[in-house]
């Protein structure tokens, strides 16, 4: 799976938005951008992922670079619950019979503050 | 439809005691994925299994770790003689296929 960067923290206010970015400057042509998110004590969780286009979900938005080399998970009005470690993760369903296709490749991965 | 399962949600053992560590996935899903989190680090795989066939352990270390995935029943991720440094929580995810991925809420292990 190709290399993520992230910000290893950020903070925001609750209600706020909030625009977690990510690049992926080594991104091929079929790797699916995922992000999932970490509650304290929780397993992770699944959030959204994208290709190309920008993607909706009720949990939050996509923003995807028009050369695919970063990407943004926005949270339109954060709360405290969305406190978390939030995780971008490449992903491609296509490999060529490698074992990779089972499993996802965390990095550090940003924590996100929410402050009342 | 339950989530997946995994118990017990926290095991203490004592140095050189063996570790069983149950995922009941969700229904309807054959995949399974044992991740392993270390205190302060992220997640790092560590076997995927479907029913009865280990498809890769690739993260699995070498020694006194195993794990199954019978054809009825929960997944068994097993330690045995464990140490103080196999004190983590790990996570179980399950998938109808290879893509699609729910977590447990985990197994937090304390090596004493």
């Known amino acids: 799976d190709a290399k993520t960067t992230q910000p290893n923290s950020m903070e925001s206010n609750e209600e706020e938005p909030v625009h977690l970015p990510c690049n992926h400057s080594t991104i091929s042509g079929t790797d699916y951008i995922h992000w999932y998110r970490q509650l304290p004590s929780q397993g992770p969780e699944y959030v959204i992922h994208?290709?190309?286009s920008n993607v909706n979900n009720r949990m939050a938005s996509l923003a995807i670079a028009e050369d695919r080399k970063s990407s943004t998970l926005i949270l339109h009005r954060a709360t405290l619950r969305d406190a978390a470690v939030y995780y971008c993760?490449?992903?491609?369903?296509?490999?060529?019979?490698?074992?990779?296709?089972?499993?996802?490749?965390f990095g550090q991965g940003t924590i996100l503050t929410v402050h009342p | 439809n339950a989530g997946v399962m995994q118990n017990p949600r926290h095991l203490v053992r004592r140095r050189g005691q063996e570790a069983r560590l149950r995922c009941s996935p969700m229904k309807g899903h054959s995949h399974v994925y044992w991740y392993r989190q270390l205190p302060e680090e992220g997640l790092k795989f560590m076997v995927y299994l479907q029913k009865e066939n280990i498809i890769d352990e690739s993260g699995m270390p070498k020694e006194r770790f195993s794990a199954e995935f019978p054809k009825e029943g929960p997944s068994i991720l097993r330690i045995q003689q464990v140490v103080r440094g196999d004190s983590a929580a790990y996570f179980c995810?399950?998938?109808?296929?290879?893509?699609?991925?729910?977590f447990g809420s985990g197994t937090r292990l304390t090596v004493v």
């Open positions: 993760i490449l992903r491609d369903p296509h490999d060529a019979g490698g074992t990779s296709y089972g499993k996802l490749t």
């Open positions: 995810a399950s998938s109808p296929d290879r893509y699609g991925y729910t």
């Open positions: 994208g290709l190309t």
